[in-house]
């Protein structure tokens, strides 16, 4: 999943890390830990929320609505002002609808492998979920996306396709663990391996999106 490190070694990613590690008073080099992992798990729970015919029409309503991309026009207007409660309750709500009862659980495992205590690993993501909505938002309206096939394929390109059963299983592992910290190791060696293989999937339209080489 080259992809997420391509996002957060570009110019924009590094000011997303930037953005996010000043909002919440967290080590620069955790929040980026943190956002290498969970981004991932994310795009996976999303694809599976997607999967029902509710999921995928509540999404796509998100993605051309409020989440339509507009959040990536100004993000040093968002970090400069300060991170307010709109955008955090919001982050919080989507992370509630996207991991259900699993939020715990993945905040858990991530901040264990992290160096960084649950809530701290919450905070990170919650000013990170509504930047994430507004890539895919950008991602549906660059793509035309206008039913659950088009969403479903758009996904799973970003995910990688079914050229990477290997990191899917990883991901599902992830979204289904009990906390206990044991499945992150694989899951972070396995993004973090992808570092310097080929660029497609993931890579290619996130590398793309964010000017990724």
């Known amino acids: 999943m080259s992809g997420i490190l391509d996002l957060l070694n570009s110019d924009l990613g590094k000011t997303i890390i930037s953005g996010v590690s000043g909002s919440t008073g967290t080590d620069q080099n955790k929040t980026s830990s943190v956002l290498t992992m969970a981004l991932p798990v994310l795009m996976k729970a999303m694809e599976r929320n997607a999967s029902t015919p509710q999921g995928a029409e509540g999404l796509m309503g998100a993605l051309s609505g409020k989440h339509n991309g507009s959040i990536l026009d100004n993000l040093g207007g968002l970090f400069g002002g300060g991170v307010n409660d709109e955008v955090l309750n919001d982050g919080d709500k989507i992370l509630g609808h996207v991991l259900g009862n699993k939020k715990q659980g993945v905040e858990k495992i991530i901040g264990e492998k992290s160096g960084l205590d649950a809530g701290s690993v919450a905070n990170i993501l919650k000013v990170a979920a509504p ?83």
Do not use: H, R, Y
Request: charged share 20%; no cysteine; hydrophobic share 35%.
């Open 131 to 213: 930047i994430l909505m507004g890539v895919l938002g950008k991602q549906a309206s660059q793509n035309n996306v206008s039913s659950s096939n088009d969403l479903s394929g758009l996904l799973g390109g970003l995910l990688g396709g079914s050229d990477a059963k290997e990191e899917q299983s990883f991901l599902e592992k992830i979204l289904d663990a009990d906390g206990d910290g044991s499945v992150i190791d694989d899951v972070a060696g396995m993004v973090l391996g992808q570092a310097t293989k080929g660029k497609g999937g993931l890579g290619g339209l996130l590398g793309g999106l964010f000017g990724g080489k």
